[in-house]
């Protein structure tokens, strides 16, 4: 079954508005989450690592202001997008690693973000 | 050049059909390595995780790791139509953690 959860699935929203995405580690605490960005046909692009109880580190391009991460507890970290516009757009998608040095990512499902 | 090369596809096969799919990659560092399926408007989904070099078979799924070409390998057996969706793989190395490396990923159609 899933292992991280992802919340919403799809979101329209005007122009100027703020959305909040949420990923959710079901049964597990996950220190650190990911956040990646994918355009249609391609793959992932990393935006940002948020890690629990300290700034999230972003990738070089990624506007900080733009794009706010908070993981404020072991299980939840939030993507905020600001003032989003059309070019926000786009299809976010959250992943988690189970603790331990040697584990791989697990996906949420991804959230469809529409921009009017 | 990129640190992982994958050919986007996409790929077309008949149902039963034996599928293989590849990546490259140039990083020698690279330890773990990932298959992971996405279909469309949906999350990746974990296949395979392997470590280092060899074989690790699960069900219908085979992946192979070949470290000394940089080359590594998903093997479907008994394709079904269920099994069209993109195929993605990764890898990371073993100094860091949190550093995963993505292909672009193969487009795979199994036609009925």
Not at chain 1, 19 to 28: A, G, N, P, Q, T
Not at chain 1, 97 to 103: A, W
Not at chain 2, 56 to 62: A, M, V
Request: aromatic content about 12%; overall charge positive; hydrophobic content about 30%.
């Amino acid at each position: 079954g899933a292992v991280v959860s992802q919340h919403p699935s799809w979101v329209i929203c005007k122009s100027g508005t703020s959305v909040k995405i949420e990923c959710r580690s079901l049964d597990f605490q996950a220190t650190t989450m990911f956040w990646y960005r994918q355009f249609p046909k391609q793959s992932l692009m990393l935006m940002a690592t948020s890690n629990e109880g300290s700034k999230a580190t972003y990738e070089q391009g990624v506007e900080k202001d733009k794009f706010l991460i908070n993981h404020a507890s072991l299980t939840l970290s939030t993507l905020t997008v600001t003032s989003a516009h059309p070019e926000d757009s786009s299809f976010y998608i959250c992943s988690a690693s189970r603790p331990g040095q040697n584990q791989p990512q697990h996906f949420g499902d991804g959230t469809r973000l529409s921009i009017l | 050049q990129k640190e992982v090369e994958q050919d986007p596809g996409p790929l077309s096969v008949p149902e039963g059909a034996i599928v293989s799919l590849n990546c490259t990659y140039s990083n020698s560092a690279f330890q773990y390595f990932m298959w992971y399926r996405q279909y469309s408007r949906k999350g990746p989904e974990l296949l395979m995780y392997t470590y280092s070099s060899g074989n690790k078979e699960d069900g219908r799924f085979t992946a192979q790791v070949d470290k000394s070409s940089k080359y590594i390998s998903l093997f479907i057996r008994d394709s079904q139509p269920s099994d069209s969706a993109t195929y993605l793989c990764a890898m990371r190395p073993e100094y860091n953690f949190n550093k995963f490396y993505f292909g672009s990923g193969t487009k795979l159609n199994v036609k009925p």
